[in-house]
């Protein structure tokens, strides 16, 4: 079963418009991390944040945020006042202790226009 | 540093030839991870590693063989590439634990005719 999803396949801005990424994930475990990848045009996939289980602050990095919810089982990613460079695609993944795999959702994809 | 570092970048196959993906960290991480990237797909793990002279089977282990002599290093190979088998591939490594962050190579771009 998926454990990750993001529901949003494609997601479609002009710039300086706030645009919010879902994850939706699924475990059991009590002790798990999530993360935000993005994959800009040329293909290599960039780190932007690891999150553990036991911290749900959100997270403020610039223009990006993070909105952690165990309640909801959903780690949000917005970027405020988007601009061209982040046209990307995201993926949202999660670890879990008891598992050797990082699994990924299956990305969204982000365009934003100017 | 120059992180983690994929050969070749790009390939171009025939059905039944093989071939050998190289990766290269510089980080000192124990751990070591190829995936696979297709369309639609996200990324699936195809083998990993959890130190010098291991490795063992990810989500989609078939038809692919490993190997990591080498603390640095960890080779993909193909025996006997099929069309199927055309996908981008990814190397990531990371420090002591399967929940560490994992950091990418570039990818490389293998195409199966």
């Known amino acids: 079963a998926q454990k990750v999803t993001q529901a949003q396949t494609e997601i479609s801005v002009v710039e300086k418009e706030d645009v ?7 475990t059991r ?3 798990y991390y999530l993360f935000w990848y993005k994959q800009p045009p040329s293909g290599e996939l960039v780190f932007l944040i690891r999150r553990n289980s036991f911290d749900e602050q959100n997270e403020i990095s610039g223009r990006y945020s993070w909105n952690f919810q165990k309640s909801t089982s959903s780690f949000n990613f917005t970027i405020t006042a988007s601009q061209v460079v982040d046209s990307a695609v995201y993926f949202c993944a999660l670890s879990e202790e008891g598992y050797s795999t990082l699994t990924f959702g299956k990305g ?3 365009l934003v226009s100017p | 540093n120059a992180g983690v570092t994929q050969t070749p970048k790009f390939r171009v196959l ?12 510089d980080m000192n991480h124990e751990y ?10 996200g990324l699936r793990l195809i083998h990993y590693s959890v130190g010098e002279g291991t490795t063992a089977k990810g989500e989609v282990p078939d038809g692919y063989n490993v190997s990591r002599l080498k603390k ?3 080779l993909l190979g193909l025996e ?5 088998q055309t996908s981008v591939y990814f190397c990531a490594s990371s420090f002591d634990s399967r929940t560490d962050t ?3 190579g570039p990818g490389t771009r293998l195409t199966v005719l």
């Open chain 2, 80 to 84: 006997s590439a099929a069309p199927s």
């Open chain 1, 20 to 26: 919010t990424l879902d994850c939706v994930y699924e």
């Open chain 2, 14 to 25: 025939k059905t039944g030839q093989s071939m050998t993906l190289l990766c290269a960290q």
């Open chain 2, 32 to 41: 070591m991870y190829w995936y696979r990237q297709d369309p639609g797909m």
């Open chain 2, 102 to 104: 994992q950091y990418f």
């Open chain 2, 72 to 74: 640095q290093n960890f």
């Open chain 1, 108 to 110: 969204t994809m982000l």
């Open chain 1, 29 to 31: 475990d009590t002790t």
